[in-house]
């Protein structure tokens, strides 16, 4: 099993849809978790933590599910430049390393 | 405020020539340095990172080395490149010792092996 498993999509939805993407991890020991963003041919970007009790960034809500290990992204409103793929990264018990998931990519189309 | 940058930007290079990529960060100190990979279309390998100055550990072995002359240079070398080896590389950083270890990246340089 992968360390850390994500659909790749790609997701294509219009305008204004709502989607989520799950994101499942194999450490039960992780820490520390994470959605990036990263646009075609460009670096990742932090998009936003995600904490324990979940927590939610304007139109992005993210959830963490211990048990099941597994962690969430809520998108609600798409817009047409939340176009990109959208990285899952999970960190173990060291403070030195994450790991990335391959990616789901979204297309918002108008 | 921090910054990563990250030189070249593109390189073309042919197969068996070797290969120099730097990476500096700005505006911190001691950080804990990476250098990825990322294949066309695929996600992201850790190839190396570095928790201080001459402190490298390799993930995956190959053809590539990384040394980490000064606390915020990092650098990627090869001998000789593969056809293999091409791909968008990645520097990133993040604050050593804390427990949020997101990590910061440069801008990447884009690599193709001919």
């Known amino acids: 099993r992968k360390e850390v498993e994500q659909d790749p999509g790609p997701f294509n939805v219009p305008e204004g849809a709502t989607v989520a993407f799950n994101c499942t991890y194999s450490?039960?020991?992780?820490?520390?978790f994470f959605w990036y963003r990263q646009d075609c041919r460009k670096e990742p970007k932090l998009l936003m933590s995600?904490?324990?009790s979940g927590n939610e960034d304007g139109r992005f809500t993210a959830q963490l599910n211990r048990a099941s290990q597994y962690i969430s992204l809520l998108i609600r409103d798409s817009k047409l430049s939340d176009s990109a793929t959208y990285l899952c990264v999970v960190g173990p018990n060291s403070y030195d390393k994450v790991i990335f998931g391959p990616g789901t990519s979204l297309s918002v189309i108008p | 405020s921090q910054t990563i940058h990250q030189w070249p930007a593109t390189l073309v290079q042919p197969v068996g020539s070797p290969l120099s990529l730097e990476c500096t960060v700005e505006?911190?100190?001691?950080?804990?340095l990476y250098w990825y990979r990322q294949a066309a279309g695929r996600g992201l390998q850790l190839l190396f990172y570095s928790v201080g100055i001459g402190q490298i550990s390799s993930e995956v072995p190959q053809n590539l080395s990384a040394s980490r002359p000064q606390d915020r240079q990092f650098i990627l070398s090869s001998k000789k490149l593969l056809l293999s080896d091409s791909g968008f590389y990645l520097c990133a950083w993040n604050l050593r010792g804390t427990s949020a270890n997101t990590q910061y990246f440069g801008p990447g340089t884009r690599l193709t092996v001919l």
């Open positions: 450490n039960s020991a992780s820490q520390s």
């Open positions: 505006g911190t100190s001691n950080p804990n």
């Open positions: 995600v904490y324990s």
